[in-house]
């Protein structure tokens, strides 16, 4: 065995350690979603969804790219464990991942919005 020093970096995690405790990051992994979608330049919201937003399963409405939508989810779900912030609204959102509607996707977009108005926050210990 071979000591390898303290922790920095663990798969999408930045770890970083102070007097005070050990803080969790994962300031970059937010940042590339908002790439990816080119949603980088816009405007941030306070909150990652609307007061009362009801999202329901309608066979009527228009279907959003499925394999981009569980992309997005699969990374927001793997975000949500150190943004417990958003943990309920994912998980929401995710139920949806079988077949997603533009609706759906508009909140997905939302929580990314969200996440840009703070991308390095994280979780203290």
Request: with cysteine; charged share 25%.
């Amino acid at each position: 065995m071979k000591d390898l020093g303290d922790l920095k970096y663990f798969p999408e995690i930045e770890v970083a350690r102070s007097k005070t405790g050990i803080f969790l990051s994962q300031r970059k992994y937010v940042m590339d979603p908002l790439i990816e979608t080119g949603m980088f330049g816009y405007k941030h919201v306070d909150t990652p969804i609307e007061m009362n937003h009801k999202l329901c399963e309608d066979m009527d409405q228009e279907s959003t790219n499925k394999e981009q939508y569980q992309r997005l989810i699969g990374r927001l779900i793997y975000l949500a464990h150190t943004r417990l912030d958003i943990s309920y609204v994912v998980s929401v959102v995710s139920q949806f991942m079988h077949s997603p509607s533009v609706s759906h996707r508009n909140v997905v977009d939302r929580i990314l919005r969200y996440l840009k108005s703070a991308p390095g926050k994280g979780l203290m210990f």
